[in-house]
């Protein structure tokens, strides 16, 4: 079976960190892009974070740059996403989510050009 497993997230204290974890299953993440998207209640889906199967990046979220840092380690088949300084606005369903065009070397923020998905894990900026 072919999927995203996430990992990480939770509640996390304003100026806090985040990590999240994007683990493969079934399939070779070295030849895919992998997106982080977030959800927050009553927002639409918005890409924050894209890293390409060569390794360059790309912020969506204007907000979140240097912040934010998506990284990919291709022997352990993942994807990470480390967030510093946390605030209450970062609050959402976080997402990762591989896409295979191009051998893996487009990075997008439209969710319609991915091709797998994780479940989703909830982070709660909060004190």
């Known amino acids: 079976q072919l999927q995203l497993v996430e990992s990480g997230g939770g509640l996390v204290q304003p100026g806090g960190s985040l990590r999240l974890f994007c683990a493969a299953s079934g399939f070779a993440l070295d030849s895919y892009a992998v997106g982080w998207f977030r959800q927050a209640p009553g927002k639409e889906r918005e890409g924050v974070v894209c890293?390409?199967?060569?390794?360059?990046?790309?912020t969506y979220v204007d907000s979140v740059k240097g912040r934010f840092t998506i990284s990919r380690d291709n022997a352990k088949n993942m994807v990470s996403l480390l967030g510093n300084s946390l605030k209450p606005e970062d609050t959402a369903v976080y997402y990762c989510?591989?896409?295979?065009?191009?051998?893996?070397?487009?990075?997008?923020?439209?969710?319609?050009?991915?091709?797998?998905w994780g479940q989703g894990r909830q982070v709660t900026v909060s004190s």
């Open positions: 890293i390409t199967s060569t390794g360059g990046t790309t």
């Open positions: 989510a591989a896409a295979g065009a191009a051998g893996g070397n487009h990075c997008s923020d439209s969710m319609w050009e991915y091709d797998y």
